[in-house]
């Protein structure tokens, strides 16, 4: 059995319209391994919402399998995939979604508070996940206080929270600049360097070379599915320096 945190196996997705059936996704198989840092990119009509969505234990497909953890998710009951969004996936949405009367820590706090965990360590966590986004001056500001990439540094803030499996970001810089959205990305560089799994589902391929790996969907279909160029680049470097130090050795051994 495959280790990988998601495994999908020929998932459909099918919407009925009166006598015409839309079929949003059409057999998608691919793993994604703990770790990884993955873009989930196509135009309008692609079937990337569709499937962060199914990801995401917000729907279930129509028929295929999805395996979160090595747990067949369509045989999970309603408190345990609740628990799940809850726990196990963070969620970042390209309009924030924050409470405009709560403030930034209060708004991270919310996942905890559904969790039942103690008011005194909800302050806590919640604290030190807005110190990890660079927004510890900025704990008791409300959104229409925060500028648009600083109300996306609460959002990731609250999605981490919990310390979940995976971090699942909507078109995350869609609402921002782009220098702003390049801030952005630098932070999501940060949490894959920390070991965070990172599924970014966007429409641009400038923000999917973030990433480490495309998943690129067409009318419902995995057209194709490769390492970044920006990963690509890295590797290379790589090979380029170990290379000088193994010619660096040759050179020593040779004295």
């Known amino acids: 059995m495959s280790t990988a945190?998601?495994?999908?196996?020929?998932?459909?997705?099918?919407?009925?319209?009166?006598?015409?059936?839309?079929?949003?996704?059409?057999?998608?198989?691919?793993?994604?391994?703990r770790g990884e840092y993955v873009a989930i990119m196509g135009p309008s009509g692609s079937?990337?919402?569709?499937?962060?969505?199914?990801?995401?234990?917000?729907?279930?497909?129509?028929?295929?399998?999805?395996?979160?953890?090595?747990?067949?998710?369509?045989?999970?009951?309603?408190?345990?995939l609740a628990y799940i969004r809850n726990q196990e996936i963070g969620f970042v949405f390209q309009t924030f979604n924050l409470l405009a009367r709560a403030t930034a820590h209060q708004n991270v706090e919310l996942p905890l508070i559904y969790a039942g965990v103690p008011a005194a360590e909800r302050r806590q966590r919640a604290a030190k996940t807005l110190e990890m986004v660079e927004l510890g001056d900025r704990m008791e500001h409300?959104?229409?206080?925060?500028?648009?990439?600083?109300?996306?540094?609460?959002?990731?803030?609250?999605?981490?929270?919990?310390?979940?499996?995976?971090?699942l970001a909507d078109e995350p810089t869609g609402n921002l600049d782009s220098k702003t959205g390049i801030e952005i990305m630098a932070l999501f560089d940060r949490l894959r360097d920390a070991g965070n799994t990172i599924i970014l589902v966007?429409?641009?391929?400038?923000?999917?070379?973030?990433?480490?790996?495309?998943?690129?969907?067409?009318?419902?279909?995995?057209?194709?599915?490769?390492?970044?160029?920006?990963l690509a680049a890295r590797s290379e470097a790589t090979r380029d320096e170990i290379q000088g130090l193994e010619s660096r050795d040759l050179t020593i051994d040779s004295l």
């Open 5 to 33: 945190l998601i495994r999908t196996l020929d998932l459909w997705k099918t919407y009925e319209m009166g006598s015409e059936k839309i079929h949003a996704l059409h057999a998608v198989s691919f793993e994604i391994e």
């Open 202 to 230: 966007t429409h641009e391929m400038e923000i999917a070379e973030y990433a480490e790996r495309i998943i690129q969907l067409r009318d419902g279909k995995i057209e194709s599915d490769r390492p970044s160029s920006r």
């Open 47 to 80: 079937g990337k919402s569709t499937l962060m969505n199914l990801i995401g234990c917000l729907d279930t497909p129509s028929r295929g399998q999805y395996y979160l953890n090595g747990k067949l998710v369509s045989e999970m009951h309603d408190d345990e």
């Open 142 to 167: 409300r959104p229409g206080e925060l500028s648009g990439g600083q109300r996306q540094r609460v959002a990731v803030a609250r999605a981490l929270i919990n310390e979940p499996a995976i971090l």
